[in-house]
């Protein structure tokens, strides 16, 4: 079956935070996620598909339903896990990083599986049909509207990706799966926000708009059209780019165990987070985790003052409390909050 060219992403024009985002998210998964927030046309869904096409492939367990990784106990299912206690072979294959949409319209049991309770009554056995939290495993789970998805199944995702586990009980039966996934939420604001202690949950924020440079707009037009025109031979041009930014990204995971951050600049994000009067500590281990992560991509093993520059509007943005007689955007507080504290550094 013949693939649908995808539009290459490093040849995505503008939208950068958003782009960073997504990759410091595939980076170090447990920054959370991201949340992106912008107007209608703005390439949201374009640059989230484009990611796929950069990530290496990913080593499974051949046949297994929750592409178990053959060596990390904490990233395998039951089963395997068994087959491994019993010296059993396990058969490997590498497959492309799963991208799962999840529908509005989608049920509880769609998203997280459902247990065949004939079977378990007549058979005596568990006999589970995997939902798209257990095929989203070791990949990116990506919902389109989030706000408007019905709250109930954005806790039941919230929780699954904070915690990487989904667990499904039927009728006194249990059954409980890895599920650690990147999640990926998009929606427009004119259509409502998600409820704060959602929003907060969220690793990122991202807020995107229509690119209002004409010359900018132009170049987005004239890439477009180069592809549509001729994808294959759109794609070779970007080829060599896509391959340095793949290559830049396993580093980069590579790189991450080995990534410090000084005490001073600790110090400094939490001392901003308090001054913000941002509610919790998750500003403040978000902030830490994404500032060691853009080292990791910049190749550093030491967390420099750009790297915090870079990730804190992104990290504190959607955690601000919000004063409905405030003029500035939230965005430009915590920059504003910044530049004051890094000025009074010694």
Same mark, same amino acid.
């Given at each position: 079956?013949?693939?649908?060219?995808?539009?290459?992403?490093?040849?995505?024009?503008?939208?950068? @935070?958003?782009?960073?985002?997504?990759?410091?998210?595939?980076?170090?998964?447990?920054?959370?996620?991201?949340?992106?927030?912008?107007?209608?046309?703005?390439? #949201?869904?374009?640059?989230?598909?484009?990611?796929? /096409?950069?990530?290496?492939?990913?080593?499974?367990?051949?046949?297994?339903?929750?592409?178990?990784?053959?060596?990390?106990?904490?990233?395998?299912?039951?089963?395997?896990?068994?087959?491994?206690?019993?010296?059993?072979?396990?058969?490997?294959?590498?497959?492309?990083?799963?991208?799962?949409?999840?529908?509005?319209?989608?049920?509880?049991?769609?998203?997280?599986?459902?247990?065949?309770?004939?079977?378990?009554?007549?058979?005596?056995?568990?006999?589970?049909?995997?939902?798209?939290?257990?095929?989203?495993?070791?990949?990116?789970?990506?919902?389109?509207?989030?706000?408007?998805?019905?709250?109930?199944?954005?806790?039941?995702?919230?929780?699954?990706?904070?915690?990487?586990?989904?667990?499904?009980?039927?009728?006194?039966? +249990?059954?409980?799966?890895?599920?650690?996934?990147?999640?990926?939420? +998009?929606?427009?604001?004119? @259509?409502?926000?998600?409820?704060?202690?959602?929003?907060?949950?969220?690793?990122?924020?991202? +807020?995107?708009?229509?690119?209002?440079?004409? #010359?900018?707009?132009? #170049?987005?037009?004239?890439?477009?059209?180069?592809?549509?025109?001729?994808?294959? #031979?759109?794609?070779?041009?970007?080829?060599?780019?896509?391959?340095?930014?793949?290559?830049?990204?396993?580093?980069?995971?590579?790189?991450?165990?080995?990534?410090?951050?000084? @005490?001073?600049?600790?110090?400094?994000?939490?001392?901003?987070?308090?001054?913000?009067?941002?509610?919790?500590?998750?500003?403040?281990?978000?902030?830490?985790?994404?500032?060691?992560?853009?080292?990791?991509?910049?190749?550093?093993?030491?967390?420099?003052?750009?790297?915090?520059?870079?990730?804190?509007?992104?990290?504190?943005?959607?955690?601000?409390?919000?004063?409905?007689?405030?003029?500035? /955007? +939230?965005? @430009?507080?915590?920059?504003?909050?910044?530049?004051?504290?890094?000025?009074?550094?010694?």
């Amino acid at each position: 079956m013949q693939t649908q060219p995808i539009f290459p992403f490093t040849a995505i024009v503008g939208q950068e @935070e958003m782009k960073l985002a997504l990759l410091l998210n595939v980076i170090d998964p447990k920054i959370g996620g991201v949340m992106i927030m912008g107007d209608r046309g703005t390439g #949201k869904t374009t640059t989230i598909r484009a990611l796929i /096409d950069i990530l290496p492939s990913i080593p499974v367990v051949k046949g297994d339903l929750f592409n178990s990784h053959p060596s990390d106990p904490e990233l395998m299912s039951a089963d395997v896990q068994k087959k491994i206690a019993n010296k059993e072979p396990l058969v490997i294959e590498y497959i492309k990083v799963p991208m799962v949409d999840l529908p509005l319209g989608a049920t509880e049991d769609r998203l997280c599986g459902t247990i065949d309770m004939e079977k378990a009554l007549v058979e005596g056995v568990k006999s589970f049909e995997p939902g798209l939290l257990a095929k989203a495993h070791r990949g990116l789970l990506y919902v389109d509207e989030v706000n408007l998805l019905d709250d109930h199944l954005v806790d039941i995702l919230l929780d699954a990706a904070a915690s990487g586990w989904n667990t499904v009980e039927r009728e006194g039966i +249990s059954i409980r799966h890895p599920a650690r996934f990147v999640l990926i939420g +998009s929606g427009n604001p004119e @259509e409502g926000e998600l409820r704060p202690q959602l929003l907060d949950r969220f690793g990122l924020h991202t +807020s995107i708009s229509t690119v209002k440079d004409a #010359k900018l707009r132009v #170049k987005i037009v004239e890439e477009r059209s180069a592809f549509d025109r001729d994808p294959e #031979k759109y794609l070779q041009r970007w080829q060599e780019a896509q391959e340095k930014l793949s290559n830049q990204i396993v580093h980069a995971q590579q790189l991450l165990p080995h990534v410090t951050i000084s @005490e001073s600049y600790k110090v400094l994000i939490s001392q901003i987070c308090a001054e913000l009067d941002i509610d919790g500590l998750r500003g403040d281990i978000v902030t830490n985790r994404a500032a060691c992560a853009h080292a990791a991509l910049r190749n550093c093993k030491q967390v420099e003052i750009q790297d915090i520059e870079k990730v804190i509007v992104m990290s504190l943005r959607h955690r601000l409390r919000k004063d409905p007689l405030s003029t500035m /955007d +939230s965005g @430009e507080r915590i920059q504003q909050m910044w530049q004051s504290a890094i000025s009074d550094m010694p």
